[in-house]
């Protein structure tokens, strides 16, 4: 790619992020400690910014550095059924992730328990959170000892660096969703 086309791939990505952060070119400039002259100079393709200036810059809009350049995304994109990811796990247990794109620090999936499924989770770092609400049917979660039986609407707040398991101890099909806050390393 030219020097031309990395430029404006940059201005386009920065003004998507600002955009959709709902912020002027003047906000931004500052919340990135550059002048605003700079980035007016960096969205329109011209700019021809330092290391540190984009480093200040990704900071500023919260994003990985890589983002700025990498290639822009969609404003939309639609996620047919079926095309996210999913793996059985256990014993009758389906995990289908909810989102196509990963959120920093955080896995949030859809599980569906076969009537006498089981599933063992798998212990997370220490410091992790996580939170299990159950959809329909029922399901059983043991954690780091303590038992609890969710039916539909009941949420389980735990902590997700403990042994844990699920199970559906019910005669019909069991839907709940896990979202895991993992710890800060």
């Keep these: 790619m030219s020097d031309d086309g990395l430029a404006a791939r940059l201005g386009a990505n920065l003004k998507q992020l600002r955009e959709a952060r709902g912020l002027t070119q003047d906000r931004m400039a500052k919340l990135a400690g550059v002048p605003r002259a700079t980035w007016s100079h960096l969205e ?3 700019g021809n910014p330092t290391l540190a200036v984009l480093y200040r810059v990704a900071q500023a809009l919260s994003v990985p550095l890589e983002e700025l ?3 822009p995304r969609a404003e939309s994109r639609r996620f047919p059924s079926g095309t996210l990811p999913t793996r059985s796990r256990g014993r009758g247990v389906t995990v289908r992730k909810l989102l196509p794109d990963p959120i920093p620090g955080m896995e949030i999936d859809r599980m569906e328990l076969q009537p006498g ?3 063992t ?3 997370h770092t220490p410091g992790t959170h996580e939170y299990l609400m159950c959809e329909s049917g029922s399901i059983e979660l043991v954690a780091a000892g303590d038992r609890w039986t969710l039916t539909a609407g009941d949420v389980v ?3 997700g660096d403990q042994k844990h398991s699920y199970a559906n101890p019910g005669r019909s099909v069991a839907v709940g969703y896990s979202v895991v ?5």
């Design 181 to 185: 806050v993992l710890a800060k390393v």
């Design 157 to 159: 707040a735990f902590r």
């Design 69 to 71: 350049v990498a290639t």
């Design 121 to 123: 989770g798998i212990p």
């Design 117 to 119: 499924g089981r599933m």
């Design 44 to 46: 329109s393709g011209i």
